[in-house]
């Protein structure tokens, strides 16, 4: 039997990869990026010019399908791979990122009379305008005692399904009513490609609040959540949930014209991109914490036993790898906090010096950061510039810098933002560690470890433990190419299960971070002052970040 190769295409925030992997070795034959032609839309629809409000966050569903068109023939191009060797693809999105379609499986925003209305379009991830329905959702589900909100580290995020499905609800109860289904992005784009629309376990469990054994949340609740929502998963929310691996259907012939892959091609059902990167650095038992480093982190980690830890955003039945629990937790903004920082913030000679040494303005202050010792730049930061995911679970928390003086230096605000994400990872490593989830071993992966070699020694120093990196730019889609490989079996040349496929494809790095040990006693004495500004500003002492967005809110409308 000739090579064999498969596709994985990773859906991230702002643009999407293909990347052409050898099955035997998982080796990148080639990659092709397409930014996405919309990008993020926050600021005014496309194609009404319509103000958005504040916490909104779209995007436009041909974008992904322009990933296919461009990226998939690029890398075939590139390679030289004859179609009729890749034998299987599969992709990986950000989550949830969801949007309404018609009984066709067209996207509302793309009908004429659903594209002026900002709840006709991808909802993406980073959402955060149903704050108010996840509150409310969390409190009814509180006092209902729902067995399922322990699960959810005690409160589901407005990020997901259920509470954006409602905003929709309140918010524009036509476009509700014209939907068919409400579905992930991950699952729209593999029901384009194969013509079949199944719902991934993945997304479903961490983002839908669906249980392998329980299934979804009852109609009561839903009832109580708002008698609109009562038959919610049996109409809107309906179709088959399946384990990941598992195919999906074969690449239709108007597919494989866009594409240039054969028809037929073994399609996995959807993932969700920091799960799809675990397998692919070749973690498949517990013990160790994969963070998906890039826009946020996500952070993945296996259990054998299902145990409570407060705000982690998730645990799934077989939700990253078949036979195990996938817990998740994460940070919703990570290298946005550092790119915030270099847009919005840094003076005019910052970028004029970078330019004129031939450097990014992200590398120029890396630089002058690295001189500074920790603690010498006298500065502490939350990282809550997009609210806290985990462990408080809460989009409406700010950011904070204390410490400034007249002498503050712009390369000492960027490598307090980069420690102040270091210590938000620390705790969420804390409350998995010190609530029966060990962890161990930490593995990164995502574009940061790649970019940022200081990003990455402050994370080994404030965890105080060692951690191995990638050895791909592009792991969740070597990932989610492992997953096309699984969905075309092992009789045509793929694998019989993810297990096998990590084997023989995962890659890390031979070169590791080390905690150096007087960065780490530094770090924790750091470490200790973050949290009591953590409790203090998090939990209820002072809301005072609330407070501000609640005038900001009054003020702009
Ligand atoms: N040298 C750098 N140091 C730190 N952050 C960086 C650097 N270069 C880019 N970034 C940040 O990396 C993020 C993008 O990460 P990446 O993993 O490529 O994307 P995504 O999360 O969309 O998959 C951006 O938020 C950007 O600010
Ligand atoms: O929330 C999840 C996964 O559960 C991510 O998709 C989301 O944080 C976006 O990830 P990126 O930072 O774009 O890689």
Same mark, same amino acid.
């Given at each position: 039997?000739?090579?064999?190769?498969?596709?994985?295409?990773?859906?991230?925030t702002?643009?999407?990869?293909?990347?052409?992997?050898?099955?035997?070795?998982?080796?990148?034959?080639?990659?092709?990026?397409?930014p996405?032609?919309?990008?993020?839309?926050?600021?005014?629809?496309?194609?009404?010019g319509?103000?958005?409000?504040h916490?909104?966050?779209?995007?436009?569903?041909?974008?992904?399908?322009?990933?296919?068109?461009?990226?998939?023939?690029?890398?075939?191009?590139?390679s030289?791979?004859?179609?009729?060797?890749?034998?299987?693809?599969?992709?990986?999105?950000?989550?949830?990122?969801?949007?309404?379609?018609?009984?066709?499986?067209?996207p509302?925003?793309?009908?004429?009379?659903?594209?002026?209305?900002?709840?006709?379009?991808v909802?993406?991830?980073?959402?955060?305008?149903?704050?108010?329905?996840?509150?409310?959702?969390?409190?009814i589900?509180?006092e209902?005692?729902?067995?399922?909100?322990?699960?959810?580290?005690?409160?589901?995020?407005?990020?997901?399904?259920?509470?954006?499905?409602?905003?929709?609800?309140?918010?524009?109860?036509?476009?509700?009513?014209a939907?068919?289904?409400?579905t992930e992005?991950?699952d729209?784009?593999?029901?384009?490609?194969?013509?079949?629309?199944?719902?991934?376990?993945?997304?479903?469990?961490?983002?839908?609040?669906?249980?392998?054994?329980?299934?979804?949340?009852?109609?009561?609740f839903?009832?109580?959540?708002?008698p609109?929502?009562?038959?919610?998963?049996?109409?809107?929310?309906?179709?088959?949930?399946?384990?990941?691996?598992?195919?999906?259907?074969?690449?239709?012939?108007?597919?494989?014209?866009?594409?240039?892959?054969?028809?037929?091609?073994?399609?996995?059902?959807?993932?969700?991109?920091?799960?799809?990167?675990?397998?692919?650095?070749?973690?498949?038992?517990?013990?160790?914490?994969?963070?998906?480093?890039?826009?946020s982190?996500?952070?993945?980690?296996?259990?054998?036993?299902?145990?409570?830890?407060?705000?982690?955003?998730?645990?799934?039945?077989d939700?990253?790898?078949?036979?195990?629990?996938?817990?998740?937790?994460?940070?919703?903004?990570?290298?946005?906090?550092f790119e915030?920082?270099?847009?919005?913030?840094?003076?005019?000679? $910052?970028? =004029?010096?970078?330019?004129?040494? @031939? !450097?990014?303005?992200?590398?120029? *202050?890396?630089?002058?950061?690295? %001189?500074?010792?920790?603690?010498?730049?006298g500065?502490?930061?939350?990282?809550?510039?997009?609210?806290?995911?985990?462990v408080?679970?809460?989009?409406?928390?700010?950011?904070?810098?204390?410490?400034y003086?007249?002498?503050?230096?712009?390369?000492?605000?960027?490598?307090?933002l980069?420690e102040?994400?270091?210590?938000?990872?620390?705790?969420?490593?804390?409350?998995?560690?010190?609530?029966?989830?060990? $962890?161990? =071993?930490?593995?990164?992966?995502? @574009? !940061?470890?790649?970019?940022?070699? *200081?990003?990455?020694?402050?994370y %080994?120093?404030?965890?105080?433990?060692?951690?191995?990196?990638?050895d791909s730019?592009?792991t969740?889609?070597?990932?989610?190419?492992?997953f096309?490989?699984v969905?075309?079996?092992?009789?045509?040349?793929?694998?019989?299960?993810?297990?096998?496929?990590?084997?023989?494809?995962?890659?890390?790095?031979?070169?590791?971070f080390?905690?150096?040990?007087?960065?780490?006693?530094?770090?924790?004495?750091?470490?200790?002052?973050?949290?009591?500004?953590?409790?203090?500003?998090?939990?209820?002492?002072?809301?005072?970040?609330?407070?501000?967005?609640?005038?900001?809110?009054?003020?702009?409308?």
């Amino acid at each position: 039997m000739s090579k064999k190769y498969a596709i994985g295409v990773d859906y991230g925030t702002q643009s999407g990869r293909a990347v052409l992997v050898d099955l035997s070795n998982g080796y990148e034959i080639a990659d092709h990026v397409t930014p996405y032609p919309h990008g993020v839309i926050d600021e005014t629809l496309p194609t009404s010019g319509q103000a958005l409000e504040h916490d909104w966050a779209l995007q436009h569903p041909d974008d992904y399908l322009e990933v296919l068109r461009r990226s998939v023939p690029a890398v075939l191009k590139e390679s030289g791979i004859r179609p009729s060797d890749v034998i299987g693809l599969g992709i990986d999105f950000t989550a949830c990122t969801m949007l309404p379609i018609d009984e066709q499986g067209v996207p509302l925003c793309i009908k004429p009379e659903w594209k002026n209305n900002p709840h006709g379009w991808v909802k993406l991830w980073k959402h955060h305008a149903a704050q108010d329905e996840a509150d409310r959702l969390n409190a009814i589900a509180a006092e209902r005692g729902e067995k399922f909100l322990p699960r959810y580290g005690g409160k589901i995020s407005s990020e997901w399904m259920i509470a954006k499905v409602w905003q929709i609800v309140n918010e524009a109860p036509d476009v509700y009513e014209a939907t068919d289904l409400f579905t992930e992005a991950t699952d729209w784009v593999i029901s384009q490609l194969t013509g079949n629309f199944v719902r991934n376990s993945c997304t479903a469990g961490y983002k839908s609040i669906w249980h392998k054994k329980d299934g979804y949340p009852s109609k009561e609740f839903f009832k109580a959540l708002d008698p609109r929502l009562e038959n919610l998963t049996e109409t809107k929310l309906r179709g088959d949930i399946v384990a990941l691996g598992t195919k999906a259907g074969e690449l239709t012939p108007a597919m494989a014209e866009l594409t240039g892959l054969n028809a037929g091609t073994a399609i996995a059902v959807g993932n969700v991109d920091a799960h799809a990167a675990v397998p692919a650095v070749g973690v498949v038992t517990p013990g160790k914490l994969v963070m998906a480093m890039g826009t946020s982190i996500c952070h993945m980690l296996l259990g054998t036993e299902e145990v409570e830890v407060e705000g982690m955003c998730g645990v799934v039945e077989d939700g990253i790898i078949p036979g195990y629990l996938g817990y998740e937790a994460g940070q919703s903004a990570v290298g946005d906090i550092f790119e915030w920082f270099v847009e919005e913030a840094v003076p005019a000679y $910052v970028k =004029e010096a970078a330019e004129k040494e @031939g !450097l990014g303005v992200h590398q120029w *202050l890396t630089e002058r950061a690295e %001189a500074y010792k920790p603690g010498e730049t006298g500065l502490l930061a939350l990282d809550w510039w997009n609210g806290n995911r985990s462990v408080l679970v809460d989009t409406n928390l700010t950011g904070v810098i204390v410490g400034y003086s007249l002498l503050t230096k712009p390369e000492e605000v960027y490598r307090t933002l980069l420690e102040s994400t270091a210590f938000g990872t620390r705790k969420i490593i804390d409350a998995f560690h010190d609530n029966g989830v060990p $962890v161990d =071993e930490v593995y990164a992966c995502g @574009g !940061l470890p790649q970019r940022n070699r *200081l990003l990455m020694q402050i994370y %080994a120093d404030v965890t105080n433990r060692e951690i191995k990196i990638a050895d791909s730019k592009q792991t969740p889609a070597i990932g989610a190419a492992m997953f096309g490989a699984v969905a075309a079996g092992s009789a045509k040349g793929g694998y019989d299960n993810v297990v096998d496929a990590a084997k023989a494809m995962a890659r890390v790095r031979e070169e590791t971070f080390k905690p150096i040990p007087e960065n780490v006693a530094i770090y924790e004495k750091l470490y200790r002052e973050y949290s009591t500004l953590h409790d203090y500003f998090g939990r209820g002492a002072n809301d005072v970040m609330k407070r501000l967005k609640a005038l900001k809110d009054e003020a702009s409308h």
